[in-house]
């Protein structure tokens, strides 16, 4: 007897594989508009400013879907699942993923975004694109629109919390400013009543009391350059008035809204809070991403076994 055969949409915002497709990938993000010279550069001095000049951030992504088919079929050994990827920015794109699920002849699916907060800007908007796509070639697919409270992830963050607090040698954990951040979006969020802010602070809430943190506060990070407002305070902000207003002189940076080594961990947080931080006289750390931990990899299978009623 055959296997119940799932195909999994593994979906997230996407980078650029090598150097030489930076230009098309912003042209993607712009919506079919090219970068000025100025822009393209502003973006290529980022990737080659990353440790180890252009960091592999697709084989992160790769990972994490390997690891995440391996999880599910270990965990879940009575089902046969097969992971595809589905990218909104970069080659295989989302309506790539989901064609190929249906040429492969997968009939029933699930789509997981590696992100685990929900807005209708950032997941709403990835599981759009695969509805749209999938409806007409007959698959059926369901959607995990969020897991930012499973215990498993919440572990995970707060274990390295942990061991990053071990890194401020003889200064008492109170005395430590710890910071949730997150990818900022448009403030019109807002109006919409979106669920995201709320769940970003669940979340931060969860890690720091199973951390034991109680010196915590929440900003966003990596704004886009726009004429409309985006969410703040801004990290960088954050840093400049806690220490001019309150003198804190250490920081623990926690990107809660990344599950992975990328742009915005490698060079927002690595690269300009550093940079910030050491003019400022200030002892600034940031926690480990997820990246394939295992504890994550179970978060993800568990949301997706979830939506086949198996968990």
Same mark, same amino acid.
């Given at each position: ?22 230009? =098309? ?16 550069? =502003? ?10 000049? !252009? ?25 046969? !699942? ?85 890194? !401020? ?10 910071? !949730? ?15 995201? #802010?709320?769940?970003?602070? =669940? ?51 926690? #990107? ?46 568990? =949301? ?8």
């Amino acid at each position: 007897m055959s296997k119940r055969r799932i195909g999994v949409l593994v979906m997230s915002y996407g980078t650029p594989e090598s150097m030489d497709q930076i230009e =098309a990938y912003y042209t993607h993000i712009r919506r079919g508009s090219p970068p000025s010279p100025e822009q393209l550069k =502003a973006l290529t001095d980022r990737y080659e400013r990353i440790v180890g000049g !252009f960091f592999p951030l697709r084989e992160n992504t790769n990972r994490q879907v390997e690891e995440l088919e391996k999880t599910l079929n270990r965990e879940h050994p009575e089902l046969e !699942f097969k992971c595809y990827q589905g990218l909104k920015h970069a080659s295989p794109f989302i309506e790539d993923g989901v064609k190929q699920m249906a040429a492969d002849g997968i009939k029933e699916a699930v789509g997981v975004v590696l992100a685990p907060h929900y807005s209708v800007m950032s997941v709403g908007g990835y599981i759009k694109r695969a509805q749209e796509t999938a409806k007409p070639l007959g698959l059926n697919i369901r959607f995990v629109k969020s897991y930012h409270l499973h215990p498993l992830l919440i572990r995970a963050l707060s274990e390295r919390v942990a061991v990053a607090l071990e890194r !401020f040698e003889g200064i008492p954990k109170e005395h430590v400013r710890v910071i !949730f951040s997150a990818h900022s979006l448009p403030e019109k969020i807002l109006e919409m009543r979106d669920p995201y #802010p709320d769940q970003l602070l =669940a979340s931060s809430k969860a890690v720091a009391e199973q951390a034991g943190v109680t010196n915590w506060q929440f900003a966003w990070q990596s704004a886009g350059q726009t004429a409309t407002p985006w969410l703040g305070p801004d990290i960088l902000d954050v840093l400049e008035t806690i220490h001019g207003e309150e003198g804190v002189q250490n920081v623990l940076l926690c #990107p809660i809204g990344f599950v992975s080594d990328h742009l915005e961990v490698l060079y927002d947080v690595d690269i300009e809070c550093k940079a910030l931080a050491k003019r400022l006289g200030m002892h600034l750390e940031r926690t480990a991403s997820l990246n394939t931990d295992p504890l994550y990899m179970k978060t993800l299978s568990d =949301a997706v076994a979830d939506q086949l009623g198996q968990a």
